[in-house]
């Protein structure tokens, strides 16, 4: 890896931020935001883990599962198990010259 100027910046940047942060007594890495945000998604998947667990072959309301969780109905209905993986996208199709590529460029798309 070779460093380069914009690598060379942005650390320059960092150390100057945590510098100046340290000058002012702030702790310019405490982000209670991303914890909180951790703790709630940790919650939202231990209720997916819960919902996914109760499903059955019989239709049920979400209000049914969150009855039988103990859990908020909303809760419940916001926070369905997590859906199956979308397939791959299609293959872009493939370009091939027509007849008239040599007199017009034209371009016709293979099948």
Not at 37 to 53: C, E, N, T, Y
Not at 88 to 102: K, M, Y
Request: charged letters at 15%.
């Amino acid at each position: 890896m070779s460093i380069k100027p914009r690598r060379i910046a942005i650390a320059l940047y960092e150390r100057a931020v945590g510098f100046y942060a340290s000058l002012v007594n702030i702790n310019a890495y405490h982000q209670p935001g991303v914890e909180a945000g951790k703790k709630a998604a940790a919650s939202v998947l231990a209720l997916q883990q819960k919902v996914r667990a109760a499903l059955s072959a019989t239709p049920q309301t979400a209000e049914k599962i969150a009855a039988n969780l103990s859990e908020d109905p909303e809760a419940v209905f916001h926070a369905p198990p997590t859906s199956p993986p979308r397939p791959p996208p299609a293959p872009h199709p493939r370009r091939t010259p027509s007849p008239q590529a040599e007199s017009g460029g034209l371009f016709a798309t293979a099948p």
